[in-house]
């Protein structure tokens, strides 16, 4: 027994018994989720075996499509209705999870509507940011056939063996979602205008299922309980001027879902209009969900599922033992760490790995690029059986040089492959940049993550040289099969006269104190984003010069959508003001001499500047090391300067492959 004992007890979903508080919230993962034939792979069924393992109670795969008569992205989709391959893995999943006491729920989808393009909705709307295309509107026909087709679905689930059935979802501004929601739905008929009209569908659904596989098979709602958008594609961050749900009508379709016989609600917030709600990133605090959650389950007595940045513990188990939720749900965390709910429950928080809302390796990939579902802190997410952690080969002298993010990766795979690693850091502390990147208020998870690793190489007994800085004969002298370079990056300073006069972004996160009240912020990626967002918090008078004509817009593909479209609104919400397209001339006595595209040229008067000019690779060492004869790579930022993901990544693919 523990202080995190609430979140061991079991509780009921109807009749079925969840065996603790821990539940995997749906996350479509992609790719590798699915055969050839369209049923769930080896590796998607190994993936949700780990999370079983792991100690989650229930689990909720992501969204399954049901809808074979109308709409072209189920039809394309393995289909739970039609593909009876689909139904064989699907009874073959359901066993493995079964069989370590975790319950498991089918979510079934009835559509997407505007979020993507071509696919109908209750109404014509603007497709999600292709405001020049329309959603098609359905008929009360189609409307009909979609709902015949989630309740065959749900009969299907509950064949295959599943505990009970999630309907997706009112939540996101999925079609559900545009179904209840007076804003998207414009009907005149009986799917459209008052409250109950507009979850007609939503009763018609739990009504039918209920009908078709008894009372006693549990059906859940994904219910967004806020929706924060003040127009297409525009989010509220304070959750003022909404035009969508309103909290107070959320937990009135609360209410209403309990009384239409829905057996529990998973609840968050936000849709596609305002991401950073819907997926929110490391800016919007752990439990923000808490309080809106908190005021559903206070008009029900039907269980309540809180997903959405819950992965802080200490809330978490305060607000199931005050009753304001029932269980926690974790998505982006369960990807992390498939150990989590195992690790609270024996009180070994410290060994939790965590998300760091960075939504790179998941969000990004899943609704930006396409590319299978991962994870930047633990590269084998959700792709176990492909990227799974080799045995070594032999016994092997591993030598990592550099403590950053990046050497530790290395190191710390290396030693779980068996081999005898040193890790060498010139400094007399780990994590190299990463403690800068973990010190603003908004980003402690990353502050953990770099504990995380310190204490993993501990467990793992890695001889770690803090203030070592190798020359080749130290190096020699470790008589070392292979050498990971980790040496990481140099602050970038190009050659702007009276750039002397700025504080590097480094030192501005080290010693905010130093910095006036009116900051300039010379450069618009995401370091120096956090930094005037930082200072603005501080109630400084912030502005940030970017040379190029959006911010956070370097580094591949930029920042994932959430995390930019929040920066922006927090930035207007602050009054940070962002001068793109204008680059430093100089910086002297009287200011900050900038210069936009046109030739137009400004004086910026402030009291600190700040150079957030980005990072170069730090001096290579593997040429010159050459010499040594031995096998000898670069990770991370020796390689250019990346994300912290990049970063684990590298280390990872290369430490397993040696
Ligand atoms: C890659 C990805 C895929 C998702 N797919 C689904 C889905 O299929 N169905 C669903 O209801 N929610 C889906 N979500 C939303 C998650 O269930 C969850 O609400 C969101 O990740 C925030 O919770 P978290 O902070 O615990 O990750 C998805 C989220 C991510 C990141
Ligand atoms: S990629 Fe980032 S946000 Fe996504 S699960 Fe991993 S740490 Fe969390």
């Known amino acids: 027994m523990n202080k995190y004992d609430a979140l061991a007890q079991p509780y009921r979903i109807c009749n079925v018994e969840i065996p603790n508080r821990f539940a995997v919230i749906p996350m479509t993962l992609g790719a590798l989720t699915y055969d050839e034939e369209g049923g769930f792979s080896d590796n998607l069924i190994n993936y949700f075996e780990l999370r079983a393992r792991g100690g989650f ?3 909720i795969p992501g969204a399954a499509a049901t809808d074979y008569h109308v709409d072209p992205y189920s039809a394309l989709g393995p289909n739970v209705n039609i593909n009876t391959h689909w139904q064989e893995r699907a009874k073959l999943l359901v066993d493995t999870v079964h069989k370590h006491g975790t319950k498991i729920f089918c979510q079934l989808t009835m559509g997407l509507g505007r979020n993507y393009p071509g696919l109908p909705g209750p109404s014509e709307n603007p497709v999600w940011r292709n405001p020049d295309q ?10 009909e056939l979609k709902i015949a087709d989630m309740i065959e679905g749900a009969a299907v689930a509950k064949a295959c063996g599943y505990d009970g059935v999630e309907m997706h979802a009112m939540h996101w501004g999925y079609l559900l979602d545009q179904f209840g929601m007076a804003f998207y739905n414009h009907r005149e008929d009986e799917y459209g205008g008052s409250l109950e009209n507009r979850l007609r569908v939503a009763r018609k659904l739990v009504e039918g299922i209920h009908e078709r596989c008894g009372d006693d098979f549990p059906v859940g709602m994904r219910l967004g309980l806020k929706t924060y958008i003040k127009d297409y594609d525009k989010a509220t961050l304070t959750g003022e001027e909404e035009v969508g749900r309103t ?39 752990q439990g923000f969900m808490i309080p809106l ?10 269980p309540v599922i809180a997903g959405g940045r819950m992965q802080d513990y200490d809330l978490a188990v305060k607000a199931v033992e005050n009753g304001e939720i029932d269980a926690i749900g974790l998505g982006r965390p369960s990807l992390a760490d498939p150990d989590y709910p195992n690790k609270v429950m024996a009180g070994e928080t410290e060994k939790i790995r965590p998300c760091i809302g960075c939504n790179m390796g998941c969000f990004r990939r899943c609704v930006e690029t396409g590319e299978p579902v991962s994870c ?35 190191a710390r795979t290396s030693a779980l492959r068996g081999y005898r690693v040193t890790l060498f850091e010139k400094s007399d502390h780990l994590g190299g940049h990463v403690v800068e990147a973990g010190a603003h208020s908004f980003k402690s998870e990353i502050a953990k993550l770099n504990a995380w690793y310190k204490r993993e190489l501990e467990d793992l007994h890695v001889d770690v040289r803090l203030e070592h800085e190798p020359c080749i004969n130290c190096i020699r002298k470790q008589e070392p099969d292979v050498i990971i370079l ?17 504080v590097s972004s480094l030192d501005a996160i080290r010693h905010p104190e130093q910095l006036g009240n009116r900051v300039i912020v010379i450069g618009g990626g995401l370091v120096g984003c956090e930094i005037a967002l930082d200072e603005a918090n501080r109630g400084k008078d912030v502005t940030v010069v970017e040379a190029l004509d959006d911010i956070m817009a370097a580094g591949g593909a930029g920042a994932p959508y959430p995390n ?95």
């Open 57 to 59: 109670g229930l689990i």
């Open 134 to 143: 329309k959603s098609p509107a359905l008929t009360k026909e189609q409307i």
């Open 247 to 285: 909290l107070e009508e959320g937990v009135e379709i609360a209410r209403l879902l309990e009384s239409y016989g829905y057996d529990f609600l998973d609840v968050d917030t936000g849709t596609y209009d305002s991401f950073y709600y819907a997926c929110p990133p490391m800016y919007n605090p």
């Open 293 to 302: 959650a908190a005021k559903a389950k206070a008009v029900v007595k039907i």
């Open 376 to 410: 930047a802190v633990n590269p084998q997410a959700a792709r176990e059986l492909v990227m799974g952690l080799k045995p070594g080969e032999g016994d092997k002298k591993v030598v990592v040089v550099g403590g950053g993010i990046a050497g530790m990766e290395a």
């Open 486 to 502: 980790a040496t990481g990056t140099n602050i970038s300073q190009p050659d702007i006269p009276g750039l002397y006069r700025a």
């Open 564 to 658: 930019k479209q929040m920066i922006v609104d927090l930035f207007e919400n602050k009054g940070v003001k962002v001068m793109t397209s204008t680059k430093l001339v100089g910086i002297n006595r009287e200011g900050a001499l900038v210069e936009k595209t046109d030739g137009d040229k400004e004086l910026l008067e402030a009291d600190s500047y700040v150079s957030a000019l980005g990072f170069r690779p730090a001096p290579n060492l593997k040429e010159e090391w050459k010499e040594l004869g031995k096998s000898i790579y670069e990770v991370g930022d020796a390689t250019g300067a990346g994300t912290i993901m990049k970063a684990i990544w590298d280390a990872y693919e290369i430490a397993n492959g040696i």
